[in-house]
């Protein structure tokens, strides 16, 4: 744990790439896990009546987590290379102008944090993805507030609350099967759990979210006006709006309300933006296949417009991919090896009430989502480590589902070497650090999921107090 939060400060201050603390801490994590591992090597030589280097066994076998971990993030290597891809196409496609365009041409100032939360909200239940949320929506109302000249941060945050919102709830997110599964939680019982914190939270988000826009709005009227204007004529001569240009995203809102896997939805996007490009924009397929391998850039953008009409393609994702890669390592390491584990028990073994078991379990989902480097193990961690306190205290599936939905699974958006969040502030172009004070829904959420446990207990002492 030393090994990776030192380097990561490092980093951090330093303005460093996050994969040279990632790695960092794996080589770390590795020397830790072999002396760790070293017992465990040497009975099993033992038991197998086999002779040879313990040191060297557990380098074999640690090597073998860490390519265990590598292994496991290769689907969130794809998925983060075809957001990239699709993203470059649709500028080329006139897919983003369409949308900063409509949107600058019924969006005041005051109102782009608020409508931004709500959008992304929507288009998060129905994708079940906050990465694929920021990736569209996201991009196009993130250049709507550039436009109108507001604070680049807070318009972040109202994204990814909203964009997180559904990752939580949304039927077709996989975290949030992930959380009904491993805490053997009964679906319907489990959502509305989760969704009365949510809505509780999401609604402290909106009104702050309406108070910040409006008072940050008010100075911009005029201006902002003057300058929307000016980009809505240089949007129009960037590229050709129109109906046609909104077709790829409506190809994926379409597939996934048919329940279409996030991945095929992305690559439809993809092709139908290509589609878009060559027969409705004119392009010729070769620059736009060029511009989904090494981004996207335009020589009609010129001043704000030019930094707004920008995608890095598959050729920008390379630091990303450094620090999934290194990331993967860590987890594998950490986790497979069983330190993981030994660093957790501890802190759980005296829990007795449900209320201390719900606040440890949403301390423990916030751990497992910093310490391995992944959304997905703040809920595997913790319904894996936590179940027989659970049942202990006497704590319901549901609640429990509820307490990792609350913290861990919201936690993973803002801490910057997540998978989730480093993917998230590649399409953002922004470190989760810098939009985390103002994502409004995750700092509410942790709050609602402490008073609801606090509620909940205080009515079921009154209930057996009745009877």
């Known amino acids: 744990m030393v090994g990776l939060a030192l380097p990561l400060g490092i980093t951090i201050t330093r303005h460093l790439p996050l994969y040279w603390a990632m790695a960092a801490g794996s080589v770390v994590a590795a020397i830790s896990a072999v002396i760790y591992m070293s017992p465990v090597s040497r009975q099993s030589e033992r038991l197998s009546g086999e002779d040879g280097s313990k040191a060297g066994s557990s380098i074999s076998l640690i090597s073998g987590y860490a390519l265990k971990g590598v292994s496991r993030i290769t689907n969130v290597v794809i998925l983060i290379l075809l957001v990239n891809a699709m993203t470059a196409v649709w500028f080329s496609s006139g897919t983003i102008q369409s949308m ?102 999401w609604v402290v988000a909106l009104l702050g979210y309406l108070v910040m826009g409006y008072s940050l709005g008010s100075g911009l009227a005029g201006e902002g006006f003057a300058v929307r204007d000016m980009y809505l004529d240089l949007l129009s001569r960037s590229a050709r709006i129109g109906f046609w240009a909104l077709v790829p995203p409506a190809v994926v809102m379409v597939l996934a309300a ?69 990331a993967g390592v860590y987890t594998g390491i950490t986790e497979l090896s069983g330190m993981m584990e030994e660093a957790v028990r501890p802190a759980v073994r005296r829990l007795k009430s449900r209320v201390g078991f719900l606040a440890a379990a949403m301390c423990v989902s916030v751990f497992s989502a910093a310490f391995a480097s992944n959304q997905a193990m703040s809920v595997i961690l913790p319904a894996r480590l936590l179940e027989g306190k659970r049942k202990e205290t006497g704590t319901s599936q549901e609640d429990f589902a509820g307490a990792l939905s609350d913290s861990g699974v919201a936690a993973a958006a803002v801490i910057p070497w997540n998978v989730m969040a480093a993917i998230c502030a590649q399409s953002l172009q922004m470190s989760p650090l810098v939009y985390a004070p103002y994502a409004f829904f995750l700092l509410a959420l942790p709050v609602a999921g402490a008073v609801y446990a606090s509620y909940s207990q205080r009515r079921i002492d009154t209930q057996g107090a009745r009877a």
């Open 100 to 201: 900063v365009y409509y949107g600058l041409s019924v969006m005041s100032p005051g109102q782009v944090m608020a409508v931004g939360l709500v959008i992304a909200t929507i288009v998060s239940m129905m994708l079940g993805s906050s990465v694929g949320t920021v990736a569209t929506v996201g991009v196009a109302t993130l250049g709507i507030a550039k436009a109108l000249g507001l604070p680049q941060a807070p318009v972040a945050g109202a994204i990814m609350s909203g964009a997180v919102f559904g990752d939580r709830v949304s039927f077709l997110s996989p975290i949030f099967h992930l959380a009904v599964d491993f805490t053997g939680s009964e679906r319907g019982k489990a959502s509305r759990r989760i969704l009365t914190t949510g809505i509780a939270a």
């Open 258 to 326: 048919r329940k279409v896997p996030v991945r095929l939805c992305l690559i439809a996007g993809l092709l139908s933006g290509v589609l878009v490009a060559v027969i409705y924009q004119g392009e010729g397929i070769i620059p736009v296949l060029q511009s989904a391998l090494f981004g996207y850039h335009t020589e009609a953008a010129v001043g704000e417009l030019s930094r707004l009409l920008r995608s890095g393609g598959i050729a920008g994702t390379r630091d990303m991919i450094l620090l999934l890669g290194c």
